[in-house]
């Protein structure tokens, strides 16, 4: 395996591009797609949109940005779907970056993606939760996959037109099969998620799949390198971070503690904003204790403990205090009616934690009632 694709380096072949495509145009996909499109260093960058395919087809982005000021986004094509993207006039896509939600328990997104991916593509995925890359490398075994997890405040306040209030911090590692380390004989919850299956028998290791291993990091990291270097040499985005594998999964498992504590608690407490249930003592009180719950967790089921220079449960409240007026992602989703990230940021680490002997209370018992309201709620709907 020691001569896997790699992507060309911007610029060392004049004649050959560096195709990439985004498959979600929501704002994190158009912001981040906008800093990576470069024509004139050969980087040339492609957006699949879905309900505001219309507006971009016909005006691009209009990005507002507290970062770069405001300016407009030309992506070199955009297409209504992946099977359109397959057709189109590029051959060979040296890109594919996932930025839509993950919602395994609605579809298996790596199969929508299928129709993209060759033997030299890269599949980027920067996705909340944990457990994201495993259908992925599961359905592409041979394949570099690089994960992200971003530090971005971003919203797509007309269709088409993104504004970008603070950070743009993107942190990427590559991926062998780090999320589905933990796999044993245990099984993983009632399949019913794309994301985490119940386990096959685990194979014997063999020096094939570990030689595979260490090919797919090094050349993900290689990938990574020069993901971040467009970024940053073009794009000018100053903070791009390149990570190891678990130290990777590390920064998926900190932001879960943000991500696990108030997205869940905002729609369980009626609709309050993070600020609002950091300032009520109770809620305060209850917050704490699931991030807690996740930070003594994580170094147990990843076997290394989150470096000192990530912030703690209580620092990351205090901060939360002047974060007046913002609501999580998955509170905005459920007054919308949409479904919720539910299975990557609540279900796929309460199972991830039950293989390892671990158990996560506190989440497990704000998935239990959120996936009983959602349920409840699509029934209803069901019955009109």
Request: aromatic share 6%.
């Amino acid at each position: 395996m020691s001569g896997l694709y790699r992507a060309p380096k911007a610029g060392e072949d004049p004649d050959r591009p560096v195709n990439v495509v985004f498959v979600g145009a929501g704002a994190v996909g158009c912001f981040y797609a906008s800093r990576l499109h470069h024509p004139d260093h050969n980087i040339h960058v492609s957006l699949i949109a879905r309900s505001n395919y219309r507006a971009l087809e016909e005006s691009g982005v209009t990005l507002q940005t507290h970062t770069f000021g405001d300016y407009t986004f030309r992506p070199a094509a955009v297409y209504p779907s992946p099977d359109a993207a397959s057709k189109g006039a590029v051959k060979q896509w040296d890109y594919i970056i996932v930025t839509t939600k993950a919602l395994p328990d609605v579809s298996d997104d790596s199969a929508l993606i299928a129709p993209l991916v060759s033997e030299g593509s890269c599949i980027v995925l920067i996705q909340n939760g944990v457990g994201v890359e495993e259908p992925y490398r599961l359905r592409f075994p041979a394949n570099p996959i690089v994960s992200g997890v971003t530090v971005i405040s971003a919203e797509q306040i007309f269709p088409g037109v993104i504004r970008q209030n603070r950070w743009t911090r993107l942190h990427l590692g590559p991926y062998s099969d780090s999320a589905n380390s933990t796999s044993d004989s245990v099984e993983t919850g009632d399949g019913t998620t794309g994301a985490l299956v119940p386990p096959s028998p685990t194979p014997t290791p063999d020096s094939d799949s570990d030689s595979l291993n260490e090919t797919l990091l090094s050349v993900g990291l290689d990938h990574c390198d020069r993901l971040g270097h467009y970024w940053t040499a073009f794009g000018s985005i100053p903070d791009i971070t390149v990570s190891s594998e678990i130290d990777l999964q590390l920064i998926r498992w900190h932001k879960l503690t943000i991500n696990a504590a108030f997205n869940p608690s905002s729609v369980l407490s009626g609709g309050l904003g993070n600020a609002d249930m950091v300032r009520d003592p109770e809620l305060r009180r209850h917050l704490y204790g699931v991030m807690k719950e996740i930070w003594d967790a994580a170094p147990k089921i990843l076997g290394r403990g989150f470096p000192g220079k990530l912030a703690g449960p209580e620092k990351i409240l205090k901060s939360t205090e002047r974060n007046v007026g913002s609501k999580p992602s998955m509170l905005l989703d459920w007054e919308a009616g949409r479904r919720m990230e539910l299975e990557v940021i609540l279900g796929n680490p309460v199972r991830l934690g039950r293989r390892r002997g671990v158990e996560l209370r506190r989440m497990g018992t704000l998935y239990a009632l959120l996936r009983s309201m959602q349920a409840v709620r699509e029934g209803r709907k069901a019955r009109l």
